[in-house]
């Protein structure tokens, strides 16, 4: 994307100039934009898609994605054909156990969306309470438009959402909920609010708050992934940094996991555990092969061995 | 070699030609060699007295700017006179307007702006926070305050600062822009001037 192409669109009226001025930052900070034309827009798109696809496990979320995507087009498409058009409400409500994929995912609905020009950034801001509930009155309020408004043209991804609603009707979480809420309605269109956290409490959270949940069409839930799925996310991780598992390694990883998933789900992390495994076990290689006398050879780089995951979790 | 430009920008009716004839004047030019340049069109000049140019150019109807309305500024200092082009600029709106006009001249306004040495970006202190949205600024300011942010040459003037209300108004700018040089200002009375002047004079 060009300055030149943000002042076209600005004078053809599909950016307004705040969204035009949010462009020109991004130009300005180098921040990643969609490509030049139409037909690369397109590539991309099918590039995110393809990313989405090469997702380990999340069957059920990719269809939804897919569906969501279909929606959208046939949309558009409507809107040029001047039919009827159902409104373009995309917030979200996404359930499931940390390390469920959660965040990966609204990452790449934000580029999809980016892609298919239903939002003008589709960066992510991810938040949890602290970030939104403040200390003293006003101030809540005051934290979350600061988010809101980083969030423009993009998505606000709000993890562990369910905790707004924590300490009750004095809380200031309800604070945020409300200038949420009121954001959704000053600012339709212009960025797309994800709510997450496990899927009890979120159940709990649109309960206790019934004006939430109508304005949330859109519910994804995030299976655990099975022990199947976690090792090959951990070989994955493992490909990306170049470095292969000894049979051994993968014994000692396929026992790891295997204890973890008979653990609550809420203490075993999923993914996440699985990368912070991955990550120490690199670490552990590094100083094995530092302390190792003799020559350091190619394979002696690439290989995690069983030992360099510890003795257990 | 062209002048630096120093321009003014903000929503419609907060004031800004008002207060570039008045800024004009307060700099002691007798009369104004006005450059108009509508967008996609050519540049014509007028010279204009600070009458007429109040009676021609301002009003109380938004959009009576549409396109760069250029004062060229011979600025008397302490230790000389600094040149600049003081640059007018069509209204900012909250949304995508229908006219074509507008857009335009919006997007004239926009191209600019990435070059302009100074950027004044007025605000009506006196409206601020009367919309009724959850905050008080419209996102064309936040925005127009972010993007500004990122250079050296960014001041707010809080302009109106003669009615009553834009005392509130003023705190919640300073409030809402924490970390931004906010200049309370009124372009009919031309109260605040001399602060503006110093903040020009110091980034020429």
Known sequence: MTVEEVLDWLEEGRVSPAEAFVLFRAVEE???LPNDSVKDNQEQLEDVLAELDALIGLKEVKQLVREIQAFVQIQKRRTEERLVTEPLVLHTIFRGNPGTGKTTVARILGRMFRHMEVLPRGHLIEVERADLVGEYIGHTAQKTREQIRKALGGILFIDEAYSLARGGEKDFGKEAIDALVKAMEDHKQEFILILAGYTEEMEFFLQSNPGLRSRFPLHIDFPD????????????????????LTEGARRRLALLVQKGLRQEAYSFGNARTVRNWIELAIRRQAVRLVQKSGEMTRKDLLHIEAGDFGEGW | MSLKACMIIGKANVGKTLFAINFADY????????????????THCRSLSRKEALQELTGTTP?????????????????GKKRFSLMDTSGLTEGIPDETNIR???AQTLAEVREAAIILHMIDASSHGKSGAIEAMG?????????????????????????????AGLRQIREELPGHLVLPISALHKTGFAEVKQFVWRHL
Not at chain 2, 152 to 167: F, H, I, Q, R, S
Request: some cysteine; proline content about 5%.
């Open chain 2, 27 to 42: 700099l002691q030019v007798t009369r104004l060699e006005i450059e108009f340049t509508p967008p996609g069109e050519k």
């Open chain 2, 63 to 79: 959009h009576q700017t549409l396109g760069l309305q250029c004062i060229q500024i011979q600025m008397p200092g302490l230790k």
């Open chain 1, 30 to 32: 180098k921040v990643e």
């Open chain 2, 104 to 106: 335009r001249a919006m």
């Open chain 2, 139 to 167: 996102q064309v300011d936040w925005q127009v305050a972010q993007f500004g942010g990122m250079r050296k040459g960014y001041a707010v003037l809080a302009n109106k600062m003669d009615l009553p209300e834009a005392a």
């Open chain 1, 225 to 244: 992934y099975n022990s199947e799925e976690l090792l090959a996310i951990a070989e994955l991780m493992l490909e990306k940094r170049q470095y292969r």
